[in-house]
Each structure stands twice: as structure tokens, then as C-alpha cells.
């Protein structure tokens, strides 16, 4: 069975600094790796995925994630840090490309500090 | 194009009541989920479906009921509504390997 590890609940950076948001699994097979993002009352929102290629992922708004597969980790990434940022992060994995059992990870919240 | 839509947003039950949390989606998916968030907690997979007339248990399925016979249409059924069932319910939908998800009905039982 797959599982998702994010080890920080929190993570506070300054705004203009970069960030980082860790994320480990576990799968039997290929991991098909996912982020998404909540804001407060609000659904969860797709940022990025990696299914094959290239390790490092691009996303929407200036977000990044490299796939190390022999670390097992999938971490988030942004070059410069944003107030608007500031929301709760779910890393999420499947074992295969049509399997439908999504794990999500228990979330980590970033604030952003001006 | 309305995405993945959820009503009601909010509802406050007694314990003993039931109710239907509807979710519906305009993009054709084949694959739909039902999932609870607790306080401070990740997503739980209650119920999913990969088509109309198909649905499967998830992680969590005890104290709720679904159907799917359209494509669009993704209802979760509480029968006898207890305080443990008290959570936010996301229903989110896939045409492959990325979910979409609806804005939550947040669920109260006293």
C-alpha cells in the first residue's frame, strides 16, 4: 500500500526567501506524485504533478517539485516567497496511472512573513 | 464550465437525521470521490466511482451510502447522522490522473 510522509506541520519562511516543503513516499511501484494547495475555506487546488521525464516539475504560480526517486521524496519548491502563498499543502501519491486510490498526506500550513 | 460544484455549503444536523450531499461536474469525468477532512488532518477517501453505475468503498465508508447514475452526478447519502460524522466533505473528480476538487459542504451534527 502507498503512503505519504510530510514531517513538518508547519513551515514559516520570510517572504522573498525561498521555500521549501518536504514530502516523502512509499509505493509499490512507479509513483505517480502530486501537490496541491488549500487556501482557508476553500477546496483543494492542483499545482503540479510528476508522471514521467523530466525530475524537476514546473507548476502554476512560480511553484516547483524535483522527484528524487532514490530519496523517495517529491519536495515543493518556490524561488521567492510570497504572502499570498501562506495556505496549507498536501503532497499526494497513486501507484499507477489509471488506479484511482489517491493517498494524501496529512498537509503542512506555510506562512509567509512580511 | 463550472468545474466540480457541491451543495449545500454548510448544514447543521441533529444526530439521527440524514441528508444528501450532492456533488455534480461539467467535464465529462469518469472517476469521482467523496473525501472528509477532519481538523488538522489530511483528506480521508470515504467512497469513489469509475463510471455510472460503479462505486467502490474507500477508507472510510462506514455511515454513508453512494450512488452514480449519471456520469455528472455524485450524490453521498448519511443515514443516521452522528457527532463523529461532523467534518468538511470534498467531492473531486478525474478524467486521468488529476483530480479537481469542489469547494466542501462543511457538516455539523449535535
Known amino acids: 500500500a502507498q503512503s505519504v510522509a510530510q514531517p513538518e506541520d508547519q513551515v514559516n519562511v520570510a517572504e522573498g526567501n525561498p521555500l521549501t516543503v518536504k514530502c516523502t513516499y512509499s509505493v509499490s511501484g512507479n509513483p505517480y506524485l502530486f501537490w496541491y494547495v488549500q487556501y482557508p475555506n476553500r477546496g483543494l487546488q492542483f499545482l503540479l504533478k510528476?508522471?514521467?521525464?523530466?525530475?524537476l516539475v514546473k507548476g502554476s504560480y512560480g511553484f516547483e517539485a524535483e522527484f528524487n526517486k532514490s530519496q523517495t521524496s517529491f519536495h515543493l519548491k518556490k524561488p521567492s516567497a510570497l504572502v499570498s502563498d501562506s495556505a496549507l499543502y498536501f503532497c499526494?501519491?497513486?501507484?499507477?496511472?489509471?488506479?484511482?486510490?489517491?493517498?494524501f498526506g496529512p498537509g503542512t500550513r506555510l506562512s509567509v512573513l512580511p | 464550465n463550472a468545474g466540480v460544484t457541491q451543495t449545500p455549503k454548510f448544514r447543521i444536523l441533529k444526530i439521527g437525521q440524514s441528508m444528501t450531499l450532492q456533488c455534480a461536474q461539467d467535464?465529462?469525468?469518469?472517476?469521482m470521490y467523496w473525501y472528509r477532512q477532519d481538523p488538522g488532518m489530511g483528506l480521508k477517501l470515504i467512497y469513489y466511482?469509475?463510471?455510472?453505475?460503479?462505486?467502490d468503498k474507500g477508507e472510510v465508508p462506514n455511515g454513508y451510502n453512494v450512488s452514480r447514475s449519471t456520469t455528472e452526478d455524485f450524490p453521498l447519502r448519511l443515514e443516521l447522522a452522528a457527532p463523529s460524522q461532523t467534518s468538511v466533505y470534498f467531492c473531486?473528480?478525474?478524467?486521468?490522473?488529476?483530480?479537481?476538487f469542489g469547494p466542501g459542504t462543511r457538516l455539523t451534527v449535535l
Open positions: 473531486a473528480s478525474s478524467g486521468s490522473d488529476t483530480q479537481y
Open positions: 510528476y508522471i514521467t521525464g523530466d525530475n
Open positions: 499526494a501519491v497513486r501507484d499507477n496511472p489509471s488506479g484511482q486510490n489517491f493517498v
Open positions: 466511482s469509475v463510471g455510472a453505475g460503479i462505486t
Open positions: 467535464m465529462n469525468h469518469n472517476y
